[in-house]
């Protein structure tokens, strides 16, 4: 049944780079008229929204992988969506397509409009959710894939360590790690986030490292020293698991969020003289730029939580107008699981 | 001519942890009486020692690739010698010999006794003069080789810096760049040693790092930015290096000489997170653990030498007393080229 079209939509534009953790203000909530759609185009309507720890890298000026999002124009994002309007072949009302940032498009709106290979049909074999297989298989499940699988390496046998382990990407690594047969130990920020990790996803060991002294609580979880870090993190926690590390390891640089917020550079790790002593591979590592190993992981993430062997929360916030305070809750480490805001209902 | 054996024989041994830079009592010279050998056993007079970089680590107990030297035992060090005497089949007395860490022999005294595989004969095939062979082929030029061809694998038409680049392994590395058809870039510690490295040796420029704004040369001698980076000695150059780094760049931890004799580990390099953000791949290197292309390396760059495409300089100081003042000069980037000491005439 055809949906009526509002005269308006909504889209957040970047006003200002933030200074520090995000202000009211950095990003504004524009609503403006909704634009006629020209041959060759198509409308989408936005039911899920992505927020990922790498949005605030986007904000800033800093050097990184991607353009810096421009300012005043509309922040850069993951979507899922429905098409509601088409004037291009291939495309037909109803469908659901994802715009992702591998191919310039998905930004914080309720309404997008795309020309031909802005947007790719979600793969209709694919036996999760719409929500689960957006939430799970657009950046997180790929990105711990295939940064284990092509980065890390870890063998069976071999201590694995992950940082945000109670986070999107990091227990879907830690879960890996123990079906590859790892021994995994997670670090997280709060008892009740070690628990779920080592509770209900299987983990070895999960710390805290909120409470004193990490240093010897991970000494005590690796007795055999670590083999392969997965981190997330960077900074201090980073310093220690260096530390740690066993002759030719392997570290997979996935993300530095403790310096995300930082107004100027931190420190690098103290400990990376032993990147040279213990011969470690230290190696940056983003998602995007390995589209060739996207679908082999997709379908073995599926495969193991269809078995029950991956297991995964989702954070839910709904409402376009919400989409900033939820991404503020990632830098605080507020959010249980992936971070989705529903923009419209499926 | 059978030569007489002395009484004694001189030994250095490590007395005391060096705080910072290494103290006269760190290091104490022993005189000791020559020991009888034993069945089985050979000894060995010292023609050169080779001092290098590492001996600092290896006097500290840092974490590092092989144990501290002990205290009150013979400092460590590769050494090229002759048979004196010999209860040992397969070595006469004449052969050259060499002993090096590898194998748990070679330390800094005139005269050494070691068991069977202790010492392993001088290729008799190599054409460089036993100082040359000794001096590059013992440590430097598998070092150079090894490092860039296994580690920071440079290709044609990219950009190549290296630290130290005057400096014995560091001038090997930068010849093989420009052999590799590398745009390839130095930097050092004085005039004098830039414009060796250039006029002499043939890379395309060398910036001294003692001068200002070594970022904006660097940036000015890389229009293309950086791909590969051959490093040697860690701290604010390395950080400057960094920055500078094109994605999916490497980066071969050789060395980090900056911090070898700093009293508490320095901060690490505040670019870290541009191994995420460029994709950078850091990879720490002791070329003790490739003994599988070392022959290669020798014959490589040993063919390289006889066609005059690689030059090497050699820093020779007499007397095994001199040992420990010749050491120091290491690391004021006194010596030129490669720094041995003749303990005895050939």
Known sequence: MAQSLPDTYKVWRLKRRPQGIIQ???????????????????????????????????????????????????????????????????LQPGDNVEGTPQIELGHWADYLVGKEGDFRLVPRHNELPLVD???QMAIVA?????????????????T???????????????????????????????DEKCQWVTDELGLDACLNYKTDNLEAR?????????????????????DTVLGQMNNFGRIA???????????TPPPGPTNYPLILMRRLTVRGFIVLDHPERYQEAVSEVTKWILEGKIKFRQHIVDGI???VEAVKMLYRGENQGKLLVRVAPE
Chains 1, 2 share one sequence.
């Open 24 to 90: 009211d203000g950095d990003l504004e909530l524009d609503e403006v008229p909704m634009p006629p759609l020209q041959d060759g185009e198509v409308r989408v309507q936005t039911l899920y929204l992505s927020l990922d720890p790498t949005d605030r890298i986007w904000m800033s000026d800093r050097k990184q992988y991607m353009p810096p999002v421009p300012l005043d124009q509309p922040m850069r994002g993951p979507i899922v969506g429905r098409v509601v309007e088409s004037r291009q072949p291939g």
């Open 133 to 135: 297989y957006f939430g």
């Open 142 to 158: 790929p990105t711990a894939y295939i940064g284990l699988m092509e980065i890390a390496t870890p063998k069976a046998g071999e």
């Open 160 to 190: 694995l360590v992950v940082s945000t382990a109670a986070g999107a990407v990091g227990s879907i690594v830690g879960q890996i790690g123990k079906i590859l047969g790892c021994r995994t130990v997670g670090i997280a920020g709060s």
């Open 218 to 238: 991970l000494e005590a979880a690796c007795p055999d020293g670590i083999d392969v870090y997965f981190d997330n993190v960077g900074g201090p926690i980073l």
């Open 253 to 263: 640089q996935c993300g530095t969020i403790s310096d995300y917020n930082a107004a």
């Open 321 to 323: 107008e919400n989409a």
